[in-house]
C-alpha cells in the first residue's frame, strides 16, 4: 500500500475514534436490554462501488528536474577578447547549427583581421607568383648544369669557345713537341706554341670570372621567394581566423535559452555570452532514496507531468553526503518542460495483475485492533465489515486480499467510518 494511501486511511482513522467513544459508550448502556445490537449495519447515506479485478502498479512518486543531455547544451564563447557589435538572437528564438548568434567589432579584436583580409590576399597571391617563377628557375639552373647545350647564357657560351679553343692550343704543343724530338720542327715553333696556350688559358679564366652561378642564384631566389610566400600565407591566415573568431556561432540546433551580454559590452576570452540547448536531448534528473533506488531499474516506465519516458539509468552508489541516489529518464518525445523546470514524476517499479482492486475510500482502519476493513452489501441490503490484507495501490484503487471479497460485490465508500461507528459486523478474513 503506498503511503499516501496509508495516511489517508489512518486520519480517517482517527476521525473515528469519537465515534468509535460514542458508540462503547452506548454498548454499555445497551449491555440491560433484553436486545442484541443488530449484526449488519444500514445502508442509509452510504454511497458505493463494484469490486473488480484488474492490474496495480507499484509507483515512487517525487520531483525530476529537466536537465540536457551530454552534446545537447552549448555554452557559447568568443576565442578573443573584444567589444561586441551585434547580437544577434534572443532568449527562446531556436537556431540552427552554424547560424550567427554574435559578432565582435573588428578594430577591437586585432590588427590582423581589421579589414586587412582583402590586402593580405592580394599579396600572398603576388608572392605565390614569384614563388612559381623561382621554383621554374631553379628547376632550369639544375638542368643546365648538369646537360649544357644551347640554353646556356652569352658568357656560359664564350667560356665554351675558350674551353675549345684551349684545347686545340694544347694539342698543337703537343704535336710541335713531338716533331722537335724528331727533328723536324725548331725549338721556335713549340715556344710559340707554348706561348698562345698560355694566352688563351688566361682568356679563359678572364671569361670564367665573368660566368654568374646561375644555379647558387637561383636557390638564392627560390629561398627568398618561398620565405615571402609562406609569411604572407601566415598574416592572411591569421587575418581569417580573426574575423572567424569575431563572429560567434551556434555550434547545435536548439533554443536560445539565455542571453549573457548585450552589444557595447566587452566579451573576455571564454566569457559565456550565450546558452543554446537541444530540447530533443533533454532529461529527467530524479533523486531517489536509498530504499527507492534499490526498487528502480533500468527502463522502467516514467510519468512525468503529462509527459511519459522510461528510466536510462540509475545512478549508484548513493551520495555519501547525502545518501541519496538518482534515475536519469529519457523522454518519449521532446518534452514541453523548459531546462531545470521540476515536473512531478511517477517511476513505475512493478505491476500486479489479475488482483481484487477496490476504492482506496471503501478501505477504513479499526481504531480497536489496528485491522483494515471493507463493508461489504450483502443480499439483505445492509454491510457486513469484512477484514482485508492490503496489497499496492494506484490511482485511487487499492488491491485488497481476502477470502469474503470477490470481483462484483458492491462495497461503501463514502460513509464507510459510519458503518464502521455504527457497529457492522466483522468477517472473516
Known sequence: MSPRNRTFIASGAAA??????????GRQGSAQSAQSAPTTAPAQHVQTAAVRIGSVAHEIRGEGRVAAASGGIAQLSFAEPGRIAA???HAGQ???????VARLDLTTVGAAANGNIQPLAVQQGAAQVRLDVATRQLERARRLTHSPGSELSPEAAQVRQDQARLQGDRSALARQQTLLQGGVAALKDVEAA???????????????????DSLLQARQNYAQALSDAAAGSAALEAARRGESNAVLRAPIDGVVTSVERNPGEWADAGAVVATVVNPDSAQLRVALSGDQAALVEAGNPVRAGSAGGRVLRVVRPLDP???MGQAVVAFDGAPRAAINSVLPVDIQTGVHRGVTLVPSSAVVQDPADGEYVVFVRNAKGTFDAVKVTLGWSQGGWQEVHSQGIKAGQTVATYGSYELLATGASGGDE
Open 16 to 25: 473515528v475514534l469519537v465515534l468509535t467513544g460514542v458508540l462503547l459508550h
Open 87 to 89: 547580437v544577434d538572437v
Open 94 to 100: 531556436h537556431v540552427t547549427a552554424g547560424e550567427v
Open 194 to 212: 707554348r706561348q698562345q696556350v698560355a694566352l688563351d688559358a688566361a682568356a679563359l679564366a678572364a671569361d670564367r670570372a665573368k660566368l654568374p
Open 321 to 323: 553526503t547525502t545518501q
